[in-house]
């Protein structure tokens, strides 16, 4: 069985998943590895392919793994048989390597050096930075990458790292010597060498095993934010919603060692804060918690017209745009829904069809459309306004325009953190679960797009050259009525919370 670069860093996160994925894959659970997940993965391969250029000679290999691992063995081996004065070797991209033991890599790219006759090892992150964390340790991928191509017989002389310039803004043609930043980390890997040996030590024993304890995992004195898919097979009698969601450390484990898992178990004379209380009292009461008054007052603060106001946005490691520095967010579409005092309510809509004019176009819309009075609503007002601070500086003919509407947001998600409590929202105030709480009959189960990694993937897809204009109708079709659902939820929760 393999241990890939991948799983190695499946066995850090976590010992019993790399377990159940490898030996009881009907069993795993991929959940949520589903286009977030993928989109990373694709960004990464594009990064790369920029990279790519800097090593103009580069030899990109493809094919199995049978087809791969000949084709580095022979590519390597012609670095020891000069042509002439010049050495035959180049750079190779997708260096394959394979031990006895089943440890697996593939190099993003292996360099010979003509002067140490050793094999440099450059490692592509699409990160604006170099990151050692529980979830990402890229000083451990490359040193399971020098670890495992030494162990296959190579001479591994300096390792780096290649991430992304986070200060670089583009203009005009993609300037990749400023793009990238080439790290290098040699001193680092030499420094965990020993740590990750020992660690791949343990995974390979790890997956040498016919059983492993199925009945619990280490999870379960974590918080729930912790976890992975896998959590509800390890820990069958854990609800949903339990005391992972409110609590962690000395007092999760305090709960767990007496087998307490529903929030309503929680014993009277337990600590809590006062937000931990409410949830308590919900969850035992199975009653909301509602503070009209404070609603009331909240409500009618707010300015006629409502301008309900929602974006959605894309954006890539390497800026697509002008102006736009890495990951930074095109705002491709909005939906606004306007209700009058009198409660006539009307649409607009914005949705870029091509790349260039994207933000310029939607602001000239979105302007047309807001009037200089009325309170403007959103879901989460970080995001708007962060967005609006942003369109401002780089179309600056609107910053006073979005300055004021900046000014004038409300955030309708505070209410929900408040003043209204549902036993159902489970502890979150997010549109995704008080909606169906609220309002049953307005899903966005029924849309083909359900969330907003849809929604960007999607764009992409319409704005694709390949895309057919049929698909293209229908992608539009249904990006217009995701964001329209959007506005139209806040509206409708706006009247609830009205009538009450
Ligand atoms: S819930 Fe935690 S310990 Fe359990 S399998 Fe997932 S990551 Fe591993």
Redesign the pocket.
Known sequence: MNLTKTDFKEYL??K??LW?KKKQPDDYTAGEFSLFLEKLINDGYEVEEYVHRLFPDGVALEGDEESLLADTKKLVELADKPTGTECASKPIFQATFKTDEGLFVKIDILNFNKETRKWDIYEVKSSSDIKTDIKHNHIKDITFQTIVAERSGISIGESYIIHINKKYKREGEIDLRELFVFVNVSDDVNTERNVVESEIKNALLLLSQDKIPMDS???LY?SSA???D??EF?NKGVPKYSVHNLFRGNKLRQLVDESIFDIADIPDDFKLTEKQEEQVTLQRTRKPLIDKNEIEETLSSLKFPLYFLDYETFGKPIPLLDGYKTNQQIVFQFSLHVLESDGTLKHYEYLAEKMPDATKTLLSVLKAHIGPVGSIIVWYESFEKGRNKELAELHPEYKEFLEDVNNRIFDLMKVFKKDYLHPDFNGSASIKNVLPVMLPELSYKALDIQNGTMALTEWERMLAEDTQDEDRKEIKKNLLEYCKLDTLAMVEIYKKLEEL
């Open positions: 996160l976590c019993e998943g159940l995992c280490s999870c974590k912790q976890r992975c896998s959590f390890f």
